[in-house]
């Protein structure tokens, strides 16, 4: 059984930046696509990025440029470095395991399977 522990979330000022952290315990998930979605107060919950099974990177359009997702394979985590934050940034920042082989885009919230308990990133203007 996989768990996910996200940290690294809090309140920084607008151009700030931040870097999240997602822990994965209970067998390696380097094999795996993990993925940041965010959801905001009253909002559906939305894909940020994506890293696939081999390691190539997928972003929504409104971090693309801004935002960066990467994985330590040692220490069986993701990270999501965060630049240039806008206020409209504002959201629980949620990670997510795909335990399945799919190589293809995972960018929707069905696609995965395993979740963490997500963490407040909070963007001031």
């Known amino acids: 059984q996989v768990q996910l522990v996200e940290s690294g979330g809090g309140l920084v000022q607008a151009g700030g930046s931040l870097r999240l952290s997602c822990a994965a315990s209970g067998r390696t998930v380097s094999g795996n696509a993990m993925g940041w979605f965010r959801q905001a107060p009253g909002k559906e919950r939305e894909f940020v990025a994506a890293?696939?099974?081999?390691?190539?990177?997928y972003y929504a359009d409104s971090v693309k440029g801004r935002f960066t997702i990467s994985r330590d394979n040692a220490k069986n985590t993701v990270y999501l470095q965060m630049n240039s934050l806008k206020p409209e940034d504002t959201a629980v920042y949620y990670c997510?395991?795909?335990?399945?082989?799919?190589?293809?885009?995972?960018?929707?919230?069905?696609?995965?399977?395993?979740w963490g308990q997500g963490t407040q990133v909070t963007v001031s203007s």
């Open positions: 890293i696939m099974r081999y390691d190539s990177t």
């Open positions: 997510a395991a795909d335990l399945s082989p799919r190589t293809r885009l995972a960018q929707y919230p069905y696609d995965y399977d395993v």
